[in-house]
């Protein structure tokens, strides 16, 4: 189960919740394409729900960004470009790199237990070549460490740095990747994290961002240093 998944404020409609994880694993796969309409009628056929459901299912949909709703035209997926994911990524190093610095000064009881057990969650994943299970439990990993900094108006845009990130990568691999080392790339930023090393854990976080994708050195300049 997620770690953020049973949380307050998250709980909606068993229905809903089918609806939008079934659109949002086809979207971040590729299966619906950007541009694609979604059309609420054909949807709650599709699913054997009210249109008030799907409704609320593609709301939460725009709020990952996945999808862009416009009025007349309707709901659409949404693009998934180069130009967005570069500005995603530096984004979302400005806000975990000075995240994790402000979590070493008072990392909660729980931190280094909860990201071993995600680690473990990412593993199990990656052993039965489940990308998107393992790419949700990557999302909670970094989510779980970013609670701790005590920002909790920043935490929605990180997921959704979060989930363009992961469609972008999954829907830009040539081939099959290795899932096992793709989550155990995470073990770095624990051992800073243990060792109560606040630079150290700041790199580890910077490069770990900085080498999901290969941008090159324009996006990353630091990288090499």
């Known amino acids: 189960m997620s770690y953020f998944s049973g949380r307050p404020g998250t709980s909606k409609p068993a229905k809903a919740t089918t609806a939008f994880n079934a659109l949002k694993r086809d979207i971040m796969l590729g299966t619906l394409a950007p541009g694609t309409g979604l059309i609420e009628l054909e949807l709650a056929a599709h699913f054997q729900c009210s249109q008030g459901t799907v409704r609320e299912a593609l709301l939460q949909l725009q709020e990952e960004g996945l999808v862009r709703r416009q009025g007349h035209r309707g ?33 909660s009881r729980s931190l280094l237990a909860d990201l071993n057990t995600l680690l473990d969650e990412m593993l199990v994943a990656a052993e039965a070549d489940d990308e ?12 779980r460490i970013f609670e701790d900094a005590q920002l909790p108006a920043l935490d929605p845009i990180l997921h959704r ?7 972008f990568k999954i829907s830009r691999s040539p081939m ?10 995470h073990r770095g930023i624990i051992d800073a994290i243990s060792e109560r090393d606040a630079a150290k854990a700041a790199a580890s976080m910077y490069r770990h961002i900085a080498t999901i ?6 996006v990353f300049p630091d990288l090499n240093q």
């Open 161 to 167: 740095c979060l989930v363009h990130n992961h469609r």
């Open 75 to 107: 709901t659409q997926v949404s693009e998934c470009t180069e130009d967005e994911a570069v500005e995603m990524f530096r984004l979302r190093q400005q806000i975990e790199a000075s995240g994790i610095v402000r979590v070493m000064r008072a990392p």
């Open 132 to 143: 998107l299970q393992l790419a949700a439990f990557d999302r909670d990993f970094h989510r």
């Open 213 to 218: 994708v290969d941008f090159g050195p324009e």
């Open 176 to 185: 099959a990747r290795d899932l096992k080392a793709t989550a155990l790339r």
